[in-house]
């Protein structure tokens, strides 16, 4: 009697890869162009910002996020120091399932009397890792040049977080403060 043997070989396929993204100004004119795009409904819906300052915003936004700069943005309507309507935009590395979403549909129809419009920028920690001279260097070549203070407190209302934006491994998450 022959005896037969068989031996079973399992293999296991092991993948991996390595993907390296440069984030360059293309992309963050993408993404400033996105934000600027929600200033410019923004400036429809409400009278602000005024429409030939959306121009300086895209620059400053670009020059900023094409160096890493930017930890979140954020711009809309405060009465007495609380916001009572706002979008706020936090920058980030852009994950694996991240999507691209339109810009617009804002909150229309919001009762902004008595507000005042706010601009607020907050700067990486990337931007705190340059000295004084590059910082200086980089403030020249901007439109403008932002003073220094505090965002908003929330007034009486709640946030929700509506879309994300995303180029060369960079998300920027949009969230709106609107109120009840």
Same mark, same amino acid.
């Given at each position: 009697? &022959? %005896?037969?043997?068989?031996?079973?070989?399992?293999?296991? +396929?092991?993948?991996? $890869?390595?993907? #390296?993204?440069? *984030?360059?100004?293309?992309?963050?004119?993408?993404?400033?162009?996105?934000?600027?795009?929600?200033?410019?409904?923004?400036?429809?819906?409400?009278?602000?910002?005024?429409?030939?300052? &959306? %121009?300086?915003?895209?620059?400053?936004?670009?020059?900023? +996020?094409?160096?890493? $700069?930017?930890? #979140?943005?954020? *711009?809309?309507?405060?009465?007495?120091?609380?916001?009572?309507?706002?979008?706020?935009?936090?920058?980030?590395?852009?994950?694996?399932?991240?999507?691209?979403?339109?810009?617009?549909? &804002? %909150?229309?129809?919001?009762?902004?009397?008595?507000?005042?419009?706010?601009?607020?920028?907050?700067?990486?920690?990337?931007?705190?890792?340059?000295?004084?001279?590059?910082?200086?260097?980089?403030?020249?070549?901007?439109?403008?040049?932002?003073?220094?203070?505090?965002?908003?407190?929330?007034?009486?209302?709640?946030?929700?977080?509506?879309?994300?934006?995303?180029?060369?491994?960079?998300?920027?998450?949009?969230?709106?403060?609107?109120?009840?």
């Amino acid at each position: 009697m &022959l %005896a037969v043997r068989t031996r079973t070989i399992l293999w296991e +396929l092991e993948m991996s $890869y390595t993907l #390296t993204t440069t *984030f360059t100004r293309t992309h963050a004119k993408y993404l400033a162009s996105k934000v600027v795009a929600d200033l410019y409904q923004c400036s429809l819906l409400y009278d602000r910002p005024a429409p030939d300052s &959306l %121009a300086a915003y895209e620059e400053e936004l670009t020059t900023l +996020l094409a160096g890493g $700069y930017v930890d #979140t943005y954020e *711009f809309g309507f405060q009465r007495y120091d609380n916001r009572v309507l706002s979008w706020h935009y936090t920058v980030s590395p852009a994950g694996d399932l991240e999507g691209d979403s339109r810009s617009g549909n &804002l %909150a229309r129809a919001v009762d902004i009397g008595n507000a005042q419009y706010f601009n607020f920028l907050a700067y990486s920690v990337a931007w705190s890792n340059l000295s004084a001279d590059e910082r200086e260097a980089i403030q020249k070549t901007l439109p403008f040049q932002r003073s220094s203070g505090s965002a908003p407190l929330d007034g009486s209302g709640y946030w929700i977080t509506e879309h994300g934006y995303s180029a060369g491994g960079v998300l920027i998450t949009r969230r709106v403060f609107r109120p009840w």
